[in-house]
């Protein structure tokens, strides 16, 4: 019985570590442009307006574990935008719609952000 009891306690314990997260540093640098804001320690926000505040001269240096949420508006016409590497897409979206894509930078490297639309870069981040 004093087996089962211990069984279940690591158990437990094992599951309630799965849904932890860690916390991790994340003081983002903006190169070409000012589109990022840290909104908590946990959360680097990027906004991009297509055809305002971006291109392949705009770029984003973040630290690998930060949670990264960019909003996208196309004001020109429809497009999606697709980040390479993370495969990751904002589906289609509408003229002046807004979309977001949020996630983990869990890989290290640079990745392009393109228009499916246009086939141009949109922004390049780079993941520390």
Known sequence: MKKIFMS???????????????????????????????VSSDVVEINLIV???TGPEVKQTVPVGST?????????GPDEIHIHGYDLTTGEMEQGQESVIE????TTG???LESHVSEEIVMILTVE
């Open 8 to 38: 279940l306690s690591i158990a437990a314990v094992l599951l309630a570590g799965c849904g932890s997260s860690s916390s991790t540093d994340s003081t983002a640098a903006s190169e070409a442009t000012d589109t990022t804001t840290v």
């Open 51 to 53: 055809g305002e505040n």
């Open 110 to 112: 640079t990745f392009d």
């Open 68 to 76: 990264i949420r960019i909003t996208f508006v196309n004001p020109n």
């Open 103 to 106: 996630f983990v930078a869990s």
